[in-house]
């Protein structure tokens, strides 16, 4: 029985898992849990490493051996044949330790190993198609945890030093039992609750005065973030080390997650555009020129019909270069479809016209379907709503299902 099982409850399986059943837990929570498809959730990031990390050793016999019989302890130089347990999570979190996989910044006092930076802040901004299309420079106000100046991020006042917490002998951790199933205990490390997970307190007459110990003090920025020609939705920006200080890593990240809102007009696919323009009867029939479409940018477009080409409903034409600029490469740009939709007279109109001269203009009416029937009925001629197309089925379900049941409940036999 392992004496840890954090990174067995990480994937959701069981201790003794097999290579199979790891691998498919590992697939199913790394889609859960992937920052693209949580872009709201700060965490998701973390989450993602951690499982990635979990995946790391228990799929490799040898580091899931070493797990099983030591803990995370027993990862060192066993973290598969050519990565030790440092350099293991080096890879996924850019220099820590076991520490930050469970949450954990184990202090001085500790093994040592620390983050290798600070949490990123993740915010989410929300940008129109015309931001997306011509660029954008915002400036804003924020605010972010920074060193305290006092005592240079140490939390204490003067020569006074932070002391080993006693409930977890600054190690940042205890251990707690958890129950997998009936008559099994498994053994995992949660952070200590006393220090925070830092491994070390400072007595209250002892903090400094202004972070009043936390070491961090909030400070008010300035930040200007740049909306770049053809950025697409859910398109990251990333201000290094502009996120949260902490004593003994480097700043995180600020990232600003790109949110685009639905256009009233025009509808994106990559770098192409679509919209639908209407035209009259006689702009189909006998063609146009005119400005066709108001672009993004506040340009009109001009379009010509070639002569002689009739358009029929829901026809379609390109513009070639005048969809998105290419992101990186402003210059070039996509290509713009536009569904032409035929705009029919009214009633109003046909008041105005001589139908009688109109009619030989126009072509001609179509004749009885072909062959006639034998039987022919009159129906009466009426306007109706699509909408309402299958209506009542549902009631016709009903009364099979009541049927199949054996009709209505008040009505069986008691």
Same mark, same amino acid.
């Given at each position: ?46 989450k993602f490493q951690e499982i990635g990390a979990a995946y790391e050793i228990l799929s490799d016999p040898q580091s899931r051996a070493a797990y099983d019989s030591e803990g995370l302890d027993g990862l060192t130089g066993a ?57 954008? /420079? ?7 945890? #920074?060193? =305290?100046?006092? $005592? %240079? &991020?140490? *939390? ?24 997998? /199933? ?7 490390? #949660?952070? =200590?609750?006393? $220090? %925070? &997970?830092? *491994? ?11 972070c009043k110990g936390d070491k961090t003090v909030k400070e008010k920025t300035r930040q200007e973030i740049f909306v770049e020609k053809g950025m697409a939705d859910r398109q990251r920006i990333v201000l290094a080390g502009a *996120? ?42 006998? *063609? ?8 993004l940018d506040g340009r009109g477009v001009k379009v010509t019909s070639p002569p002689g080409k009739i358009i029929k409903h829901q026809d379609s034409i390109v513009l070639r270069g005048e969809g998105m600029p290419i992101y ?87």
């Open positions: 029985m392992p004496i840890d099982t954090e990174l067995y409850e990480l994937l959701g399986v069981s201790p003794d898992a097999s290579e199979d059943e790891v691998k498919k837990a590992y697939r199913k929570k790394a889609k859960e849990h992937h920052p693209d498809k949580n872009i709201n959730d700060p965490e998701a990031g973390q973290a598969g044949p050519h990565m030790n347990a440092e350099d293991l999570f080096t890879q996924f979190f850019g220099g820590g330790g076991a520490a930050p996989m469970f949450g954990f910044d184990f202090g001085p006092a500790g093994s040592g190993r620390r983050r290798g930076k600070g949490e990123d802040s993740i915010i989410p901004y929300d940008v129109t198609l015309e931001d997306l299309y011509n660029g954008k /420079s915002v400036k804003m106000n924020m605010e972010k945890e #920074i060193l =305290c100046g006092v $005592c %240079k &991020g140490s *939390g204490a006042r003067g020569n006074a030093k932070p002391k080993s917490c006693s409930t977890c002998e600054g190690k940042g951790w205890t251990f707690v039992q958890t129950q997998i /199933s009936s008559g099994r205990l498994g053994t995992s490390r #949660i952070q =200590c609750h006393d $220090c %925070k &997970g830092h *491994g070390e307190k400072i007595k209250e007459k002892e903090r400094c005065k202004k *996120g949260d200080q902490e004593p003994g890593v480097p700043a995180g990240d600020v990232v600003f997650v790109l949110r685009a809102s639905p256009h009233e007009s025009f509808e994106r696919s990559g770098n192409d555009l679509l919209a639908h323009v209407s035209v009259t009867l006689s702009e189909a029939l006998i *063609g146009f020129s005119r400005i066709l479409i108001t672009h990186k490469r402003p210059d070039q740009k996509g290509d713009l479809f536009i569904i032409l939709d035929i705009e029919m007279p009214d009633e109003e109109w046909l008041k105005t016209v001589d139908l009688h001269k109109l009619a030989p203009l126009l072509p001609p009416k179509k004749e009885d379907v072909d062959p006639r029937p034998a039987v022919v009925d009159e129906a009466e001629f009426e306007e109706s709503d699509i909408v309402d197309f299958g209506e009542g089925d549902e009631d016709a379900w009903e009364d099979e299902e009541e049927e199949e049941m054996g009709g209505d409940p008040e009505c069986r036999t008691q």
